[in-house]
């Protein structure tokens, strides 16, 4: 697809890479898909097409598990000592870096999103995981066990653990932040030694395909990154219930991961779950209201509230309510939005036409039911996907806008009397427990709020605060397991056990 049909001019490396084919990459070569079939990708600021894409479904995944399988069992990957490995995940990340300005690029034409804040956020930090998730290549180690029980006296033994790669690793990735979810994904698994088919989502394959050209450039052996562009039904389905297949590590909705783990279940096959989220961000009477106001309605407004963690419940305390509504009103009102590539741009467009017809009937639905727009309310007329930053007040609980995710840029703004046993019902009152936000000046009631907050993460005085080195996963039906930090690894390693008699 010539990049000339898009509404706004793109750099040469981006018009470059657009006009090529867009393949699937299986052992370590471009490929279409076995179909012949593709599919089209779409501009999310003006709706216009902006590449074809191969679509691959059950076929194409056998064929990269089938790649991925032999890569693990006979390639050189798994035997290379652990500080090669890790300077070749270095590695990825320095041509990350390199290429930061192309990726953030096609990350806002995918995704919408302003391509300042992909040049902030999304693409360092990608890049990041993979230098973090380096060091560990050469930290993951086994430990020796006194045993207690003696089975024939005078005979001792010597136990130890040994972790190993768990081996074939299926990975599927949501469309709102799109190479960094591939680099939460590759680096863990490619550090411990693993291979992966990479099933990414249809709606944004750009930016994951022009990373899997920089695997190739930089030298990583074939077969151990496959990636597989396509539709969920198909191949991420197949993906998921595919027997030569040892672990699937899947982000997006709850309903999706349900989904997973019935595909998973056929051959108990390991599975890892960052789901959905419905986070209360939870305003205190003494907070210092001019950092509260702004990071309230960062909470809700970064990336067009297409956060699985948005502070998209705001709870503040009644002598406060007011003003915290009028300073998160006013700040959606001064949102510029635009297509992501107008470096003025603050706020793009919804994902895809579906995911702004889904917004907007949840706004519907809760106008409907009795809650009122401060400000937003509605879809932006004209070309794109845009959805007005909306802030709603005269909420209750049992709405459909207060208990489900809309993953928009939509906020229900709620009073509470006190800091009490009712306020942490109220916070804790929804199927999710991804997230959660707090502010105060006080820290023993910031302590307290964090022990009794079912969430995953809780962030006082901040929100949005991510770092490599930090876990992040939810309790209840947020999803199983942690992302990113140490914690991720148990995910991508067996420990096998070692007793011998001496």
Same mark, same amino acid.
């Given at each position: 697809m010539?990049?000339?049909?898009l509404?706004?001019?793109?750099?040469?490396?981006?018009?470059?890479?657009?006009?090529?084919?867009?393949e699937l990459l299986?052992?370590?070569?471009?490929v279409?898909?076995a179909?012949g079939?593709?599919f089209?990708?779409?501009?999310?600021?003006?709706?216009r097409v902006?590449?074809?894409v191969?679509e691959g479904?059950?076929?194409?995944?056998?064929?990269?598990?089938?790649?991925?399988?032999?890569?693990f069992?006979?390639?050189?990957?798994?035997a290379l000592r652990?500080?090669?490995?890790?300077?070749?995940?270095?590695?990825?990340?320095d041509?990350?870096?390199?290429?930061?300005?192309?990726?953030?690029?096609?990350?806002?034409?995918?995704n919408g999103?302003?391509?300042?804040?992909?040049?902030?956020?999304?693409?360092?930090?990608?890049?990041d995981?993979?230098?973090?998730?380096?060091?560990?290549?050469?930290?993951?180690?086994?430990i020796?066990?006194?045993?207690?029980?003696?089975?024939?006296?005078?005979v001792?033994?010597h136990?130890?653990?040994?972790?190993?790669?768990?081996g074939?690793?299926g990975?599927?990735i949501?469309w709102?932040?799109?190479?960094l979810?591939?680099?939460?994904?590759?680096?863990?698994?490619?550090?411990?030694g693993?291979?992966v088919v990479?099933?990414v989502?249809?709606?944004?394959?750009?930016?994951?395909l022009?990373? #899997?050209?920089?695997?190739? /450039? %930089?030298g990583?052996?074939?077969?151990?990154?496959?990636i597989?562009? !396509?539709?969920? +039904?198909t *191949?991420?389905?197949?993906?998921?219930?595919?027997?030569?297949?040892d672990?699937?590590?899947f982000?997006?909705?709850t309903?999706?991961?349900?989904?997973i783990?019935?595909?998973?279940?056929?051959d108990l096959?390991?599975v890892?779950?960052?789901?959905?989220?419905?986070?209360?961000?939870?305003?205190l009477k003494?907070?210092?209201?001019?950092?509260?106001?702004?990071?309230?309605?960062?909470?809700i407004?970064f990336?067009?509230?297409?956060?699985?963690?948005?502070?998209?419940r705001l709870?503040?305390?009644?002598?406060v309510?007011?003003?915290?509504?009028?300073?998160?009103?006013?700040?959606?009102?001064?949102i510029?939005l635009?297509?992501g590539l107008?470096?003025k741009?603050?706020? #793009?467009p919804?994902v895809? /036409? %579906?995911?702004?017809?889904r917004?907007?009937?949840?706004?519907?639905? !809760?106008?409907? +039911?009795g *809650?009122?727009?401060?400000?937003?309310?509605?879809?932006?007329?004209?070309?794109?996907?845009?959805?007005?930053?909306?802030?709603?007040v005269d909420?209750?609980?049992?709405?459909?806008?207060?208990?489900?995710?809309?993953?928009?840029?939509?906020?229900?703004?709620m009073?509470?009397?006190a800091?009490?046993d009712?306020?942490?019902e109220?916070?804790n009152?929804?199927?999710?427990?991804?997230?959660?936000?707090v502010?105060?000046?006080?820290?023993?009631k910031?302590?307290?709020l964090?022990?009794?907050?079912?969430?995953?993460?809780?962030?006082?005085?901040?929100?949005n605060?991510f770092?490599a080195?930090?876990p992040f996963g939810?309790?209840?039906?947020?999803?199983?397991g942690?992302?990113?930090?140490e914690?991720?690894l148990?995910?991508?390693?067996?420990?096998?056990?070692?007793?011998?008699?001496?």
């Amino acid at each position: 697809m010539n990049a000339a049909v898009l509404s706004y001019s793109l750099t040469q490396p981006v018009s470059r890479f657009l006009g090529s084919p867009k393949e699937l990459l299986i052992d370590g070569e471009w490929v279409p898909a076995a179909s012949g079939k593709t599919f089209p990708v779409y501009d999310p600021a003006t709706g216009r097409v902006s590449a074809e894409v191969a679509e691959g479904d059950r076929e194409d995944i056998g064929r990269a598990v089938k790649a991925a399988r032999r890569a693990f069992e006979s390639g050189p990957w798994p035997a290379l000592r652990p500080a090669e490995r890790g300077k070749i995940i270095w590695r990825i990340g320095d041509a990350i870096l390199e290429h930061l300005d192309e990726l953030a690029e096609l990350e806002s034409l995918d995704n919408g999103k302003p391509v300042s804040v992909a040049k902030a956020a999304d693409v360092p930090l990608a890049a990041d995981m993979f230098h973090y998730m380096a060091g560990w290549a050469t930290k993951r180690h086994g430990i020796t066990i006194p045993l207690s029980i003696l089975y024939t006296p005078g005979v001792r033994y010597h136990a130890y653990t040994v972790p190993e790669p768990v081996g074939v690793v299926g990975q599927i990735i949501p469309w709102n932040f799109p190479l960094l979810m591939a680099a939460w994904k590759l680096a863990p698994a490619l550090a411990m030694g693993c291979t992966v088919v990479l099933k990414v989502a249809e709606e944004t394959p750009l930016s994951a395909l022009r990373l #899997g050209e920089l695997l190739i /450039e %930089i030298g990583l052996p074939k077969g151990v990154v496959n990636i597989v562009t !396509g539709f969920g +039904e198909t *191949a991420g389905a197949a993906l998921a219930a595919h027997p030569g297949v040892d672990k699937v590590a899947f982000t997006g909705s709850t309903e999706v991961g349900r989904l997973i783990v019935r595909a998973a279940a056929n051959d108990l096959k390991k599975v890892s779950l960052e789901l959905g989220g419905k986070s209360p961000n939870i305003i205190l009477k003494d907070a210092d209201l001019d950092v509260a106001i702004p990071g309230a309605a960062s909470a809700i407004f970064f990336n067009h509230g297409q956060c699985c963690c948005a502070g998209s419940r705001l709870y503040a305390e009644e002598p406060v309510f007011d003003r915290v509504v009028e300073g998160v009103a006013e700040a959606a009102k001064k949102i510029k939005l635009g297509p992501g590539l107008d470096p003025k741009t603050e706020m #793009g467009p919804m994902v895809s /036409e %579906i995911q702004r017809n889904r917004v907007c009937g949840y706004l519907e639905s !809760g106008l409907a +039911e009795g *809650a009122r727009a401060v400000t937003g309310g509605s879809a932006r007329a004209g070309a794109g996907y845009f959805v007005e930053p909306t802030v709603l007040v005269d909420t209750q609980a049992g709405m459909k806008v207060v208990q489900e995710e809309i993953f928009g840029p939509v906020v229900t703004a709620m009073p509470f009397e006190a800091l009490d046993d009712r306020l942490i019902e109220r916070a804790n009152d929804t199927i999710y427990g991804l997230a959660a936000g707090v502010w105060t000046r006080d820290l023993s009631k910031a302590h307290t709020l964090a022990a009794r907050l079912k969430s995953g993460t809780v962030w006082v005085n901040c929100y949005n605060v991510f770092d490599a080195a930090l876990p992040f996963g939810g309790y209840k039906q947020s999803g199983w397991g942690r992302e990113m930090g140490e914690a991720v690894l148990e995910h991508y390693t067996e420990t096998k056990a070692v007793t011998i008699r001496l």
